[in-house]
């Protein structure tokens, strides 16, 4: 190697990033608490829900999609609020818009429930709060949107941890209280719930929105 060709510096520019917002609610167990009430109460009076990217054949209740109309969820709402305005300064969204929920809904994945891969056409953002999240209940997977990216065969190291930036997909494990908020358009799934625990504290509970730009009155 000619001598000083090992100190040049190479700069790196990242383009086109793919957003996943989280953040944890402070004091989460009371709101929780309320939440799994409000949210089996739905599920008892629409036993059957709605059919989605759940299956309910294998343990997977899906509710409408108003739940933030109800004033049961509407702690949450101004959790939800609240990040979503804080995207809108961050992302230099126009003013004279909001980012506001279009749809919410909560999904119960009792053990062997898992959702599809999908995304949420007709918005900008999605979310997901974690209600009740037992050990192994699934965990939410990402997929890398730039599908031409999937085609290359690059061979990594053997056992090692690939750098961020050449990851295909990520996981996340859920967590009761923690929300993340990804693009609509982002390709997710959610594996099986396999949790062990007895009866209802085996389902993993979450609630789940759209956000869309609204124009402030
Ligand atoms: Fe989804």
Avoid at 92 to 108: D, E, N
Avoid at 151 to 164: L, N
Avoid at 186 to 203: C, Q
Wanted: aromatic residues 10%; positive net charge.
């Amino acid at each position: 190697m000619a001598p000083g060709l090992s100190e040049v510096s190479v700069k790196v520019a990242r383009y086109f990033p793919t957003l996943v917002f989280s953040l944890e609610v402070p004091d989460s167990e009371l709101l929780n608490a309320r939440l799994i009430e409000a949210i089996y109460a739905a599920r008892e009076r629409d036993e059957t829900g709605v059919r989605k990217s759940n299956f309910p054949e294998l343990g997977g209740w899906h509710s409408h999609v108003k739940l933030h109309k109800d004033a049961a969820f509407s702690g949450l709402v101004q959790h939800v609020d609240a990040a979503a305005a804080k995207m809108n300064r961050e992302l230099g969204y126009h003013r004279s818009y909001r980012l506001k929920i279009g749809t919410m809904w909560s999904i119960v994945n009792s053990p062997g429930g898992l959702n599809r891969a999908h995304i949420h056409p007709g918005c900008i953002w999605s979310g997901v709060y974690y209600v009740q999240a037992p050990r192994n209940s699934g965990r939410i997977e990402f997929i890398d949107p730039r599908t031409q990216n999937l085609m290359s065969g690059v061979k990594y190291i053997t056992g090692a941890k690939r750098p961020r930036d050449c990851w295909k997909k990520v996981r996340y494990k859920p967590l009761a209280g923690r929300m993340l908020i990804f693009p609509a358009w982002l390709y997710h799934s959610v594996g099986p719930n396999r949790s062990r625990a007895k009866g209802k504290d085996a389902d993993r509970v979450i609630v789940s929105f759209n956000l869309s730009q609204q124009r402030r009155r």
